[in-house]
């Protein structure tokens, strides 16, 4: 079954910290998204990838920045956090021809 | 650029009333997607409609790609429907990315 993992689940951070959110899928798909999701807000894209190396902008990219090492793993950096930044993050992977499956989503609270 | 639209935003139904959530899209979308998520909980995949008619439970959806709408029809709703349904398009942009609508904010009472 397709499977994308999320680590971690939950995070804390102190303002100006850094913070690395991972990401593995088993889909072996293309594509991979990095989304926030705030109240009163849809999913908003941060970043997205089609393959090992590649990295395209999404909608809300400003504090972030992402890595995409291999075509299972995908990581969201965040280096100087903000309480902006505290939100509920998911990750999701697809093909051009696929639906799109997402993990369980990581909660992050910069304080 | 690519945008998706989601109507009402928010329902309140009595138990076993039927609901008609509404998604467009602003340009041609290859895909669709409909899921359900609980406050701060996981999405759930509902159905994955590129186009036509697909059902599964109580869930029917109906999408029309030349049209950019798609519709998630509940029928005979429960308690546990409530919660917040997003439908998702994929949009080529020289790439292919999914963009959410803002949801539609569901409260089944009885």
């Known amino acids: 079954e397709a499977a994308v993992t999320q680590s971690p689940r939950n995070k804390v951070t102190v303002t100006g910290g850094n913070v690395t959110l991972s990401c593995r899928q088993t889909n072996s798909h293309n594509y991979m998204y990095w989304y926030r999701q705030d109240t009163g807000h849809g999913l908003r894209l941060i970043h997205y990838s089609y393959g090992a190396g590649n990295l395209q902008i999404g909608d809300v990219p400003d504090g972030y920045k992402a890595t995409r090492t291999t075509q299972e793993d995908f990581f969201l950096l965040l280096e100087l956090a903000s309480p902006s930044q505290t939100s509920l993050y998911f990750c999701a992977s697809s093909d051009h021809n696929t639906e799109v499956f997402f993990g369980k989503g990581t909660r992050l609270t910069v304080v | 650029g690519q945008q998706v639209q989601q109507s009402p935003a928010s329902l309140v139904l009595q138990e076993g009333e039927n609901a008609e959530l509404q998604c467009n899209f602003s340009s041609t979308a290859t895909q669709l997607q409909w899921f359900y998520q609980r406050p701060g909980g996981s999405l759930v995949s509902l159905l994955y409609?590129?186009?036509g008619t697909k059902h599964t439970g109580r869930l029917t959806s109906t999408t029309v790609t030349k049209e950019r709408r798609s519709s998630l029809h509940i029928s005979s709703s429960q308690i546990t429907d409530s919660g917040t349904y997003f439908c998702a398009a994929l949009f080529n942009t020289g790439n292919y990315k999914y963009v959410f609508g803002a949801g539609t904010r569901l409260k089944v009472i009885a």
């Open positions: 409609n590129p186009s």
